[in-house]
Each structure stands twice: as C-alpha cells, then as structure tokens.
Antibody
Framework: QLRLQESGPGLVKPSDTLSLTCTVS??????????WGWIRQSPGKGLEWIAS???????YYNPSVKNRVTISIDTSKNQFSLKLSSVTAADTAIYYC???????????WGQGTLVTVSS | EVVMTQSPATLSVSPGQRATLSCRAS??????LAWYQQKPGQAPRLLIY???TRATGIPARFSGSGSGTEFTLTISSLQPEDFAVYYC?????????FGQGTMVEIK
C-alpha cells in the first residue's frame, strides 16, 4: 500500500523559507505516469494546489506562488520536497503531499502537516 | 484560472436520505473533474474522477455526473460515515483548482 509522509518544521518565521519533504513508501517515486504534488489548506478554508513534479524533472507551479516556490524530487531517497520563500502569515496552512495520476486526480495523500508562520 | 463554485455551502440531510451536491466551473473542464471527501483531521479522499468513475473501494452509493461546466455528486442513501466536507477539483486547466467545499451535516 502506497504511503506518503510529510516532514518539516511546524513553525517558520515571517520572511523565512518554508521547507517540507514528503517520503514515499510502498512504491517508487519514479513510477511511470505518476506525478507528485503539494496542496495546502488554510485554517477553515479550502484546498489550494501549489506545485507538482514528475521524476524526469518536469515541474508545474501555481502562479499564485510561482515566484516563491520550488518543488524537487530525489529518486535515490524516494522523496520530493517543497521550498516556499518569503513566507507570511497567509502561508500558514496544513500542507499535504499527494500523488496524482499523470497530472489529473490526486489518488494518494499524506496525512498533512501544519505549518504556522509566526515570529 | 478556472473557478469552481460548489453549492450549497452546507447541506443538512437525514441518515438514509439522498444528498445531491453541485459543482459549477467558470469555463468548460470537459470530464476532467474529481470529487473528494474530507473528514475532520484527515486528508481528502478521492471518491470520483473523470466526473463519473468511482475510485477504488468507493461504495456504489456515491455517483458522479455531468460534463462541461455543471457537475453533480449524489450520495444515494447517507450513512453515518458520509457526514463530511466534499470538494470538487478540476484537472483540465492550469492551475488545478478546487471548489470551496460542501459540508454535509446530520439533520
């Protein structure tokens, strides 16, 4: 059974860089046809797709954060990561990592990790 | 970007009754739409993709329909475990976008 697990600091200071890692187990991050992405959910609000990556380094970003975000993949560790720079309180959210079939539906999700931006 | 609008925001339904949730896209997304269920403290769970195909392990009481800009998720007979928030998601255009959710609560 495929499992995804987010890890990273739960508290980030304003203007710093938020860094999260998603570890994939029970399957290969290099599997053909699967993309890996990050989605966030602000407290009490809905879902926002942030970025997706394919193991051949194809990346896709939401324009709302495009100038601040980098997604990368490490096939040797079966992990992918998110970096979001110059964070503000508006970036406070639960961050989920997820797998998508090609770049369509998200069929497997991590449990999510709450990141709070505060001094 | 494609704006996904869900209605109603909250739906009060008695157990055993039918629930009908709507999702409207600001422009056509074809059949490139998915539905997710989210319970408190949990990640979303994929229910429906391709507008009408149930994901693996999803009970037959969940069904999806529609294409273009109008979509519907129907739960034929609500079970206690179905009370949750439901989101639609379009994967036709960039950026991928989600609706704001419909909460299905016990009447």
């Amino acid at each position: 059974q495929l499992r995804l697990q987010e890890s990273g600091p739960g508290l980030v200071k304003p203007s710093d860089t938020l860094s999260l890692t998603c570890t994939v187990s029970g399957g290969s991050i290099s599997s053909t046809g699967h993309f890996w992405g990050w989605i966030r959910q602000s407290p009490g609000k809905g879902l926002e797709w942030i970025a997706s990556v394919y193991y051949r380094d194809h990346t896709y970003y939401n324009p709302s954060v495009k100038n601040r975000v980098t997604i990368s993949i490490d096939t040797s560790k079966n992990q992918f990561s998110l970096k979001l720079s110059s964070v503000t309180a508006a970036d406070t959210a639960i961050y989920y990592c997820a797998r998508s079939v090609i770049i369509t539906r998200f069929d497997y999700w991590g449990q999510g990790t709450l990141v709070t931006v505060s001094s | 970007e494609v704006v996904m609008t869900q209605s109603p925001a909250t739906l009060s339904v008695s157990p055993g009754q039918r629930a009908t949730l709507s999702c409207r896209a600001s422009q056509s997304v074809g059949s490139n739409l998915a539905w997710y269920q989210q319970k408190p403290g949990q990640a979303p769970r994929l229910l429906i993709y391709g507008a009408s195909t149930r994901a693996t392990g999803i009970p037959a009481r969940f069904s999806g329909s529609g294409s273009g800009t109008e979509f519907t998720l129907t739960i034929s007979s609500l079970q206690p475990e179905d009370f949750a928030v439901y989101y639609c998601h379009q994967f036709n255009d960039w950026p991928r976008t989600f609706g704001q959710g419909t909460m299905v609560e016990i009447k």
